[in-house]
């Protein structure tokens, strides 16, 4: 497609709907003729593809700041409680298709957009997908704040409003290059700055005591220094009501009037150097998903946007109620994961240092309002941060800590006298003299009402491992939330055919009701519409068969069975696993090249962490491996296997909808929840998978038959652990993968260099963590099996119809009304 070219595109005009000829613009046509002039300032003849996309949002976003304001008067009026959920990650993508469908603009802005000279899926792909987040948690945010438009709950999100994204990935000789992600660099027209609306967010400094004329103690924080925090409103649109909820950014900026000092001092320059240091703060997402990175610039980052979202929070609490004892009845806030923990001790300081309440009131109004989610087990993701670094930034909060843990391990020896260990394994602090650090999953675990896991399994490996004292305290405290994705993004958004089809076989309700899916299970025997489903995805597999060649030059065949896997580059997801097995099968077809093979397209996205090498590894060897069996006359019509760049929000809608079959590997009780596996799922894909995270209840909701479940279990894990697992048994037993692994030590998918992948593979040979190679042979009998049933495609297209028909409950309007009405207390606005 030309781009930036305005000679190409400026007369495509869809036939029967030139503005010119019979056609009246309806008012959103003309809303956007007058964008074009009053907002972006361009002539309809001059203006390029993306001033069409700013006119476009810009008539758009009018709208929904209209609707904000209704929404914000009908939840005042009402005195509805509110919740507030704090997150470091918003993985929002693309906004203008997102606002069109909700808005219920389609028609119209097709007729807008022409009438400015322009098709209107040219149009979104002008616009750059904002990557405020890594993965699966900040793409569950996202998810989450649409359904609660939707559903017309009150809500807010806080988080940053980082000037870099999630680095864009480059792939050069088949090794990861990060490159920076400079999104706002053509501006963002969803955006509203506020910044009359800024709050001044302090760091360092001391603590001193006074004691007040009541003879009371007064605590004051002097920070060192303080920084501004600018609110930026985007707004999120419910489906088709009326409804628009915010989206606070935050945005750093240098303090103009504080850090003086120097220019009195005469040092000019070192002043503003040190004021751009300071917006630092809000310039880049860190690129992490597993290893909390203990780095100072995190934890102003966390201090930052949590002392400015809890101001704006009190602020708007004082201005509606008058007083703060009535916080937990309007507000509640929720803090996902332990990012943004450090709210807790920032809540209390406000309501004792700053508006004189008791420790005893203060922290029932704290507990009652803040309610937390863990996201994972992983051990090196909890966040423990240094007590020197911390309490350098935060000095007051660290007083506050000390003070939460005496209290709170004083009521825990009161229930269990003399129990020293089990005290050292609650405490808020871990470690001694020199090298202390805080805990802030505990810290979540004494300040929330509510705590829960994100899928049954990972709930119930909560209680009995990672929170197993918290849990005999507390016994109602965890719970299970399970995740649920949106969809209308996934499904009606991404995969607008089966959508219409689906819509054409049992109406409109599954767009806010997914429980309506089950309306298709007599359809899966109907062969007229089996016909048509098939028709859609190969469709689907087409176009993206087209980007494939486009992007990285692999030709693929649309037929073939998609097999794909996207997800953040990790071991415990077992990407490995899958590369290992490509090369498995190729070697089963060199050996037998007439057998009855299902010819399969493997296709693997996601990012690894920049510092995690044996992620990037794992990068490079599907490069190599790719290169190796494409290049293979022997094997091309039968398996190919692409790497394909810079996965994202914006790549995974075309992924999902093209899909088969949807990988799911992970080690049982490792993952979580995952939620990619749901939109594969929604999309008519057939699992591969392990009994892990919400697997297990995707397999329960659409039957063991209907998906392809392989490997341990999460008992049998552990079981294998306590044994001693010894991964060159499993070598010595299967000839096969003995094959597999020679061929990779041997340098030949390696251009010769027997050395590149040495230490991977004495890694898996000598200690294999995720236990790839007690899976592989399950794993390998799996996908025979799916390859087989493949090639029934009567049979697979029922399975797949079925699959979709039994997703009702991972919408995340499910999910989010258990949080509304189990955690948070709150109730839609009445429509
Ligand atoms: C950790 C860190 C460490 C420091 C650098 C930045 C950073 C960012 C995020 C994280 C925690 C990631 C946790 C996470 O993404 N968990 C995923 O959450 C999904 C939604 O609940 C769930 O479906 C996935 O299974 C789980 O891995």
Redesign the pocket.
Known sequence: MAKNKKDTTANKIEPDQDPGASHTPSSFATDCLDALRLAVGREREDATPYDRYLALATAIRGRQLDAWLDTEARRRDASAKRVHYLS??FLVGRSLQNAVLNLGLEGEARVGINALGMVLEDVYEEEHDAALG?????R?AACFLDALATQGYPAVGHGIRYEYGMFRQEIRDGVQLERPDNWLYRGNPWETPRPDERVAVGFGGHVEYHTGDDGRLQVVWSPATTVWAVPHITLVPGWRNGVSNPLVLWDAASSDDFNLGYFNDGDYIRAVEDKAHDETISKVL????????GKAL?LKQQYFFVAASLARILNEHLTEEGALDTLPERVAIHLN?T?PVVAIPELMRLLLDEHGFGWEAAWDISTRTFAYTN??LMPE?LERWDVGLFGGLLPRHLELCYEINRRFLREVSQRWPRDGERLARMSIFEGGEGDKRIRMANLALVGSHSVNG?AALHSELLRRDLFRDFHELWPSKLRNIT?GVTQRRWLRQANPALATLITEAIGERWLTDLEALTELVPHAEDAAFRETWSGIKRLNAHVLAEYVSDRIQVDIDPASLFDVQVKRIHEYKRQLMNVLRVLAQYLRIKDDPNGDWTPRTVLLAGKAAPGYWAAKEIIRLTNDVARFINADPATNGLLKLAFIPDYGVSLAERIFPASDLSEQISTAGT?????GNMKFALNGALTIGTLD??NIEIAEAVGARNLFIFGLSEPEVRELRVAGYRPRDHVESNAEIRRVLDLVISGAISDGDASRYSALMDNLLDWDPYLVLADFASYSDAQDEAGRCFSDSERWTRMAILNVAHMGRFSSDRSVREYAEGVWGIAPLEV
């Open positions: 470091l990650e890594n993965g699966g948690l900040g569950l860190y690129p992490g998903d597993a290893n909390a990175a995190r994961d990012h996201h994972t993701a994100v995740n993952e979580a929840s995952g939620t995270g919400a």
